[in-house]
Nanobody, 121 residues
Framework: QVRLVESGGGLAQPGGSLRLSCVASGDINRLGVMGWYRQTPGNKREVVATTAPDGTTNYADFVKGRFTVSRVSAKNTVHLQMDSLKPEDTATYYC???????????????WGQGTQVTVSA
């Protein structure tokens, strides 16, 4: 089993910062792409940022220049540094792991439980 545990959500003022963290645990190795999605009520989950094992990163246009995704492979951890936050960044943020070897076999599409980010004055 793969477990993704997020932390770091909360309330921030417009222009402020938050840092999200996600740790993947379990009998896992060879983790693939990790990243963050977000979702607001009534809307589809959308990708925010991803990072591949080779360090390649990708960002949604609406966060470019404001958010930074990073991973610490040795700790099965991915972070999302969110700066210059806007009220429209308010959402539930989900950690995502594309694939990993779990108990000797590839397993795909793992999600965390989500952490709420609220940006408001």
């Amino acid at each position: 089993q793969v477990r993704l545990v997020e932390s770091g959500g909360g309330l921030a003022q417009p222009g402020g910062s938050l840092r999200l963290s996600c740790v993947a645990s379990g009998d896992i190795n060879r983790l693939g792409v990790m990243g963050w999605y977000r979702q607001t009520p009534g809307n589809k989950r959308e990708v925010v940022a991803t990072t591949a094992p080779d360090g390649t990163t990708n960002y949604a246009d609406f966060v470019k220049g404001r958010f930074t995704v990073s991973r610490v492979s040795a700790k099965n951890t991915v972070h999302l540094q969110m700066d210059s936050l806007k009220p429209e960044d308010t959402a539930t943020y989900y950690c995502y792991l594309q694939r990993a070897v779990v108990d000797g076999a590839w397993r795909y599409d793992h999600w965390g439980q989500g952490t709420q980010v609220t940006v408001s004055a």
